[in-house]
């Protein structure tokens, strides 16, 4: 008799590896994936300057360690963080309340759209 085997889901749907993969760069999910992508473009368009991926920051203390998805810096020399998110946790609107005291710049929060992105923005506590 033949052995099937059963795709194992994530509990929150995230796609298989060769759908969120991108120029060699796993990505954890695929709305992250398509926003690396859309940020690569305002790179080579020259709307941004750098993007530094999985930047960490401590918000208050060394253990609130926070890791969102991009640090981005426009030609202005603004910078902000952008976290792409499909499912927010309690462990995120956590991080938010601390980003909301702590942060250094302005966090998005991006949210994928059938074709555009929705964002929101938190500024943060520590800004000059």
Same mark, same amino acid.
């Given at each position: 008799? @033949?052995?099937?085997?059963?795709?194992?889901?994530?509990?929150?749907?995230?796609?298989?590896?060769?759908?969120?993969?991108?120029? =060699?760069?796993?990505?954890?999910?695929?709305?992250?994936?398509?926003?690396?992508?859309?940020?690569? =473009?305002?790179?080579?368009?020259?709307?941004?300057?750098?993007?530094?991926?999985? @930047?960490?920051?401590?918000? =208050?203390?060394?253990?609130? %360690?926070?890791? @969102?998805?991009?640090?981005?810096?426009?030609?202005?020399?603004?910078?902000?963080?952008?976290?792409?998110?499909?499912?927010?946790?309690?462990?995120?609107? %956590?991080?938010?309340?601390?980003? %909301?005291?702590? =942060?250094?710049? @302005?966090?998005?929060?991006?949210?994928?759209?059938?074709?555009?992105?929705?964002?929101?923005?938190?500024?943060?506590?520590?800004?000059?």
């Amino acid at each position: 008799m @033949p052995r099937y085997t059963i795709a194992k889901h994530h509990k929150y749907g995230v796609s298989p590896k060769k759908d969120r993969t991108w120029r =060699g760069v796993l990505y954890a999910s695929k709305a992250e994936m398509l926003r690396a992508e859309y940020l690569d =473009g305002l790179l080579r368009m020259g709307e941004l300057i750098h993007v530094l991926e999985q @930047p960490t920051y401590r918000l =208050g203390c060394a253990e609130n %360690r926070y890791r @969102p998805d991009f640090l981005c810096f426009d030609a202005d020399g603004s910078a902000w963080v952008e976290d792409v998110k499909g499912v927010e946790t309690p462990a995120f609107r %956590r991080q938010l309340a601390l980003w %909301r005291k702590y =942060g250094p710049c @302005p966090l998005h929060v991006v949210r994928r759209k059938t074709r555009s992105w929705a964002m929101t923005i938190i500024e943060g506590g520590c800004q000059p």
